[in-house]
């Protein structure tokens, strides 16, 4: 059964939805024990990096994630929850991540020539043999809606480099 971690926003249905649409049997939860047993974890995001880091706070939560990811089971973060895995985000101030890994979430530069959020389909960049882009070509149309960007202190953890005015980290 997959965790889908309920943290008191965030786009939870819409990923329920799709997991529900190719098959798989998904809960949406903020019990620890649920998120312990579950065969792979899903922190999906939307809403604002501190207010999510204070939710997880008063939910308990974020040391049932960071067990679940030093487990080694299947873990996806998704857009905001793919950011909190890092050690701090300039969102709104300073504000501290899970601090899974070392790095920085920053903004895009607001530029005449690009528009900010980056939305739309872009390609991905395969850096890596991350075995989840094995049946995904190189170069492939993922679609973005992100204002901030993730800048991990080590570049060997990228699995794909995405380019919106820079290259960036796309996933890990």
């Not at 249905?13 to 899903?42: C, M």
């Not at 880091?53 to 049932?64: G, I, S, T």
């Not at 504000?95 to 890994?101: N, R």
Request: glycine content about 10%; aromatic content about 12%.
């Amino acid at each position: 059964m997959i965790a889908i971690i309920d943290y008191g926003m965030g786009n939870l249905r819409s990923v329920s939805k799709a997991f529900e649409a190719v098959g798989y049997q998904a809960v949406i939860t903020h019990d620890a024990s649920v998120i312990h047993n579950a065969s792979h974890v899903v922190l999906p995001g939307v809403g604002a990096f501190g207010d999510c880091m204070a939710n997880l706070k008063q939910y308990q939560l974020v040391e049932p994630i960071k067990g679940a990811i030093q487990s080694g089971k299947p873990f996806l973060g998704i857009c905001l929850g793919f950011q909190l895995l890092f050690t701090e985000s300039e969102e709104f101030g300073r504000h501290e991540g899970l601090d899974i890994f070392p790095g920085k979430v920053r903004a895009f530069t607001k530029d005449q020539a690009l528009k900010v959020p980056h939305m739309g389909w872009n390609q991905i960049a395969i850096q890596s043999h991350c075995p989840v882009f094995k049946d995904i070509a190189d170069g492939s149309n993922c679609y973005f809606v992100h204002s901030y960007f993730v800048d991990p202190a080590d570049r060997q953890i990228t699995a794909t480099t995405t380019s919106y005015g820079i290259p960036f980290t796309s996933s890990i």
